[in-house]
Structures are given as structure tokens and as C-alpha cells.
């Protein structure tokens, strides 16, 4: 064993010994949650399937930053992906965004593409995988693709990809700037990362806007 890996292998037991792993259950933040604490460090990506009302199946790519729950990006393909299409996806749900320092995916084999992992390191971003079965390792993005599932996608159809993307983007304006969670401690994306302007609705003095083809209403202050 060279003497480089011994010293490393030593200060990684000193460090260890000093600072021990958390007990199993323990309430300590995990990996995850301590990357994503800093701002525009963290990005999640995942993808779904969903059919048309024509019965035609698409791949949905959902982009998220883990930080301020704000949806980055969709990306929509019809079926049958391979790598080419995985990076084109990712680069036009990200495109005109800065890009982060991580991008956490978990272990579907549309993510191990060799052209995928080739992207990720033009783009200078380091892969984190989820621990494989476990989708509380890879929660945030999870939701989401759950809340859109539950709340709007099966609420709604949609004739073909283009239409599809259309109603995403209507969704992701929604999600973003109007929907509160509880997670934010009853704020919005745009409102943690600092760019609403929406006052404060008045209980006297409000109406309600409709988002999503009159899918969802809010207050808002008049």
C-alpha cells in the first residue's frame, strides 16, 4: 500500500475516532439535507412516465433545486430514450440557468449513461447517487413528482408532447411563485430565494387568481 493512502487512511481513523458516526434513527441532518442547505450547491433530477389521451407514452425530466424547492426546468420526450436524449433533456430543463455544484440522481440506468456522466463533467457536476431502494435517500425530487402526479397530472389531460410541456410550465409558475409549503415554513420557492414581490393578501381586501386553466385558485391582495 503506498504511504500516501496509509496517512490518508490514518487521519480518516483519527477524524472518526473523535467524531463517530450518528446512531441509526439518530436526528441528526442527512448528507442530502447538508449539501442542499447551501444555496444553488444542490439540484435534484429524476424521470417519469405519463401517456397522452392518444395513448402515446412520453419520458418527463423534472429539474429541481433542493434549496429553495423551485422547480428548475421540464424536459419532454416521447419514448424509447437513450443517452443523447437523457443530455438534451437535462440541457433544456436547465437552459439559461446557472448551474450547481451537485446534481443528485438516483440509480436508474438511463442514469449511467456513458454520454450522461461524459455531460456532467463538461459541466463541471459532481453526480451524487441515491442509495439504491430507498427513495427517502432521493426525497425531495420524489414528492414533487408525486405532488404533480396527485395534483395535477391526473387531474388533467394532454394531446401531445408539446401540449404537455405547455401544461408543465403552467405548473411549474404555479408550484413556484404561488403554492405555499410546509417545508418552507409556509412560503413559496420564489419567495426563498428572494424573487416575489407579491404583498401580503388582506383578509378585507383580496381576490383569487386562477392558475393552471383554473385548476388551482390563490388570494391575492387587491
Known amino acids: 500500500m503506498p504511504s500516501a493512502w496509509r496517512s490518508t487512511r490514518t487521519w480518516c481513523a483519527r477524524i472518526l475516532a473523535n467524531h463517530p458516526l450518528p446512531k441509526s434513527g439518530g436526528n441528526g441532518p442527512s448528507w442530502l439535507s447538508t449539501i442542499a442547505e447551501a444555496r444553488d450547491s444542490l439540484w435534484s433530477v429524476d424521470l417519469f412516465r405519463c401517456e397522452s389521451i392518444l395513448l402515446k407514452s412520453f419520458w418527463v425530466m423534472v429539474v429541481m433545486d433542493v434549496f429553495s424547492r423551485r422547480i428548475v426546468g421540464f424536459a419532454v420526450e ?9 443530455c438534451r433533456m437535462f ?43 430507498a427513495p427517502r435517500s432521493h426525497p425531495f425530487v420524489e414528492r414533487l413528482i408525486g405532488t404533480l402526479r396527485r395534483e395535477y397530472l391526473d387531474q388533467t389531460f394532454f394531446w401531445n408532447g408539446l401540449d404537455l410541456h405547455r401544461k408543465l410550465d403552467q405548473f411549474a409558475l404555479y408550484y413556484n411563485q404561488r403554492r405555499v409549503h410546509a417545508g418552507l415554513n409556509g412560503r413559496t420557492p420564489a419567495a426563498r430565494c428572494g424573487t416575489t414581490a407579491d404583498p401580503p393578501a388582506n383578509l378585507n381586501h383580496y381576490a383569487w387568481r386562477s392558475d393552471c386553466s383554473g385548476l388551482f385558485h390563490t388570494p391575492v391582495a387587491v
Open 78 to 86: 416521447p419514448a424509447h430514450i437513450d443517452g443523447v436524449r437523457v
Open 91 to 133: 440541457n433544456e430543463a436547465r437552459c439559461g440557468q446557472p448551474l450547481p455544484k451537485h446534481l443528485s440522481s438516483d440509480n436508474d440506468p438511463l442514469f449511467r449513461f456513458h454520454r450522461w456522466r461524459a455531460n456532467l463533467r463538461v459541466l463541471d457536476i459532481e453526480e451524487l447517487k441515491s442509495i439504491p431502494f
